[in-house]
């Protein structure tokens, strides 16, 4: 991690990001194999990446093995970033197409991307118990949220997490690929489904599909911006 990086990790209030939490003994465990088997990879909590006072905040599942946990800046390093990343700079909320270390130079603008479990789980799996310990640093983070903000939830478990972490019930809030929910304060969260390697390959997930949800997160955005420019 470069020296940038690890002030502006530090920089982030303890509420949001502990690089020494050890909640999850298991997940501890397994940073300790991978650690032992890659001694080159960053094997902690993967902090939040983005601007701090951002509009757009994407949650994303968890850190990728030989992604985010060896670079330490979410979504780098593997495949899943790729289309996440080109999409953002394509909606002007990224500074470059992609994403390659955290010492590559790239900005985002108005937007953060965090996990809603920040440590390497064993096979992309987090246990629920993980998901609820790790729910207190997104909680604090999405405490922050102005007004009239967009949150971008990938999959599933970030949509429950960011729900819990806003005290949101769930019902009448059910994810699906494209759904829209209105929250308090203005704040709106969109649903996608995960831009991994697998959904993208299956198609499940294509680009046109994420750049509609993006789309609509522009519309969301620039409605917030016309109401606080009046
Ligand atoms: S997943 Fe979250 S709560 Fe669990 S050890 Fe890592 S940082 Fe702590």
């Known amino acids: 991690m470069t020296r940038a990086a690890v002030r502006d990790a530090a920089a982030l209030p303890a509420a949001v990001y502990d690089p020494a939490c050890c909640r999850c003994a298991r997940l501890v465990r397994h940073l300790q194999q ?21 509009t757009l905040v994407i949650v994303g599942l968890a850190p990728g093995k030989h992604g985010a946990n060896a670079t330490g800046r979410p979504f780098t390093g593997d495949y899943a970033g790729i289309l ?16 390659t270390s955290v010492d590559d130079g790239l900005r985002l603008k108005k937007a953060r991307i965090t996990n809603a479990v920040k440590c390497l789980p064993p096979g992309n799996k987090p246990l629920p118990a993980e998901v609820s310990n790790c729910n207190a640093f ?3 983070e999405l405490g922050t949220l102005p007004e009239g903000a967009a949150l971008l939830a990938l ?4 949509h429950d997490a960011i ?3 806003l005290g ?11 759904a829209e929910h209105a929250l308090a304060r ?31 997160i522009a519309r969301h955005l620039d409605k917030r911006h016309a109401v606080h420019a009046v």
Request: glycine share 8%.
């Open 34 to 54: 991978v650690r032992a088997e890659h001694p080159g990879y960053f094997c902690r909590p993967v902090p939040p990446f983005g601007d701090r006072r951002a």
């Open 84 to 99: 996440l990343y080109a999409t953002l700079f394509k909606f002007g909320f990224a500074s470059r197409p992609e994403s």
């Open 138 to 140: 997104l909680a604090a």
């Open 155 to 158: 999959g599933r478990v970030a």
């Open 163 to 165: 729900l819990r972490a």
């Open 168 to 178: 949101v019930r769930a019902r009448g809030h059910a994810f699906a690929h494209g």
């Open 186 to 216: 203005g704040v709106r969260l969109f649903d996608s489904y995960h831009c991994s390697r697998y959904n993208t390959n299956t198609r499940r997930l294509t680009t046109a599909m994420f750049e509609r949800v993006f789309e609509s």
